[in-house]
């Protein structure tokens, strides 16, 4: 997933209201070390950012795919959208299992005590969270790919993926590991690690309101984390389109195959949408767990 296509509580802290600069510093310092959310909480949420971004941004899902297999360039609604449903369900299940694991990742480390964690636990969790998401959502993003190629309907081309067996279902597993590691690290870690740093920074300017912050955070960290996780995002997305191995076999074959075609550049294909949808989740991620789950899951209720 791009699911290509990234962009929370247990991931991403709650950014503190806004109010003078010496109370402000305190809430951001007290909004550090507030408790984990409820695993049921942190799945809620992360469903709802997994759907509302298929929902807005799958378009630029296809068109990243369409780009790394060779298909044309079409804004034809029906071919953009083709996918939807195992698209939405995949990142919505994905994003899920990402937060879960994340915030159980982060109880494990605190062993249950309020404290904030340090840059690097907050990284490394999300990126074992976005790892184990990544084996979770393999299949359905498998579906997904073979629907955008091929067309047919979500039940047909499930079955036919099913029928070839665990060789089949679970092609390109890796590289989803690998790209949902690298990108749930960085929503989940560094993105909040940067937000939070540019507002005790930059109180006045950058860090003056919470999406002032949260979007100077996109915009640094979106671009850093999707130029590092596309080469596995592009591997697993030739391999997956090609379950019959016609062309495609295993990882190293597939990027020699595809450097020697058209040079290295090639592991890159379609970043540019990519790029657009991720700088937009990481914003839209955190912006949803900031916002709304103190909304839907008020603070007495949600330790």
């Known amino acids: 997933m791009d699911c290509s296509s990234q962009m929370p509580s247990p991931l991403i802290q709650i950014a503190p209201p806004l109010s003078a600069a010496p109370s402000k510093s305190n809430k951001l310092r007290a909004s550090m070390a507030a408790p984990e959310p409820s695993p049921l909480i942190t799945m809620v949420m992360g469903a709802i950012c997994g759907t509302a971004d298929t929902t807005l941004l799958q378009s630029t899902n296809y068109l990243k795919c369409a780009k790394q297999q060779g298909l044309p360039f079409t804004l034809r609604p029906s071919v953009l959208y083709r996918g939807y449903v195992v698209n939405t369900m995949s990142n919505s299940v994905c994003v899920m299992s990402q937060f879960l694991f994340n915030g159980l990742a982060r109880r494990a480390i605190t062993f249950g005590e ?16 976005g790892a184990l998401a990544g084996i979770v959502c393999s299949p359905m993003e498998l579906v997904m790919i ?8 979500l039940i047909p081309t499930a079955l036919a993926m099913c029928k070839g067996g665990p060789s089949v279902l679970m092609r390109g597993t890796l590289g989803m590991s690998a790209r949902e590691g690298i990108y749930a690290g960085g929503f989940l870690g560094l993105m909040p690690v940067v937000r939070e740093r540019v507002q005790h920074d930059f109180p006045d300017t950058l860090g003056k309101s919470a999406d002032t912050a949260r979007l100077t955070a996109a915009v640094t960290t979106g671009p850093l984390c999707t130029f590092l996780s596309h080469p596995p995002d592009t591997l697993k997305t030739l391999m997956q389109g090609d379950v019959g191995r016609q062309k495609y ?14 040079g290295l550049k090639e592991l890159w294909s379609g970043m540019s949408w990519r790029l657009g949808r991720q700088a937009c989740c990481v914003f839209l991620f955190d912006k949803i767990n900031s916002d709304l789950t103190p909304l839907l899951f008020p603070p007495t209720h949600a330790a």
Do not use: I
């Open 146 to 153: 073979q629907q955008q190629r091929f067309g047919g309907g």
């Open 114 to 129: 309020t404290r904030p964690l340090t840059n690097m636990e907050k990284v490394g969790c999300g990126v074992f969270a």
């Open 249 to 262: 076999e295993g990882y190293m074959q597939t990027a020699k195959l595809r450097v020697g075609e058209a």
